[in-house]
């Protein structure tokens, strides 16, 4: 079955740098895009990033210039390298993949905190 497990949250401060992993495994990963999404408390969650097979990435305008999304198909991972982090980043962020049948499915979310 699809699993997804991201690691890499962590504190950090204003303007620091955080590197998101998402490992995949249960499907044929380099099949598929993956994305990136975060939930802010009170809010609803959003598309961050999106890395397509063809190797093209789309990212939200709130994280253009800051964030990079990558992924490496010999590893089965996408990860999410984060520049610049600002007090309005923090939130879960969680990996997804639009599978088969338009399933959505996620891992557990890391969690991203950004203070001084």
């Not at 504190?11 to 992993?21: A, F, H, I, M, T």
């Amino acid at each position: 079955q699809v699993q997804l497990v991201e690691s890499g949250g962590g504190w950090v401060q204003p303007g620091g740098s955080l590197r998101l992993s998402c490992a995949a495994s249960g499907f044929t990963f380099s099949r598929y895009a993956m994305r990136w999404f975060r939930q802010a408390p009170g809010k609803e969650r959003e598309l961050v990033a999106v890395s397509s097979t063809g190797g093209s990435t789309n990212y939200a305008d709130s994280v253009k210039g800051r964030f990079t999304i990558s992924r490496d198909n010999s590893k089965n991972t996408v990860y999410l390298q984060m520049n610049s982090l600002k007090p309005e980043d923090p939130a879960v962020y969680y990996c997804n993949l639009i599978g088969d049948y338009s399933t959505w499915y996620w891992g557990q979310g890391t969690q991203v905190t950004v203070s001084s």
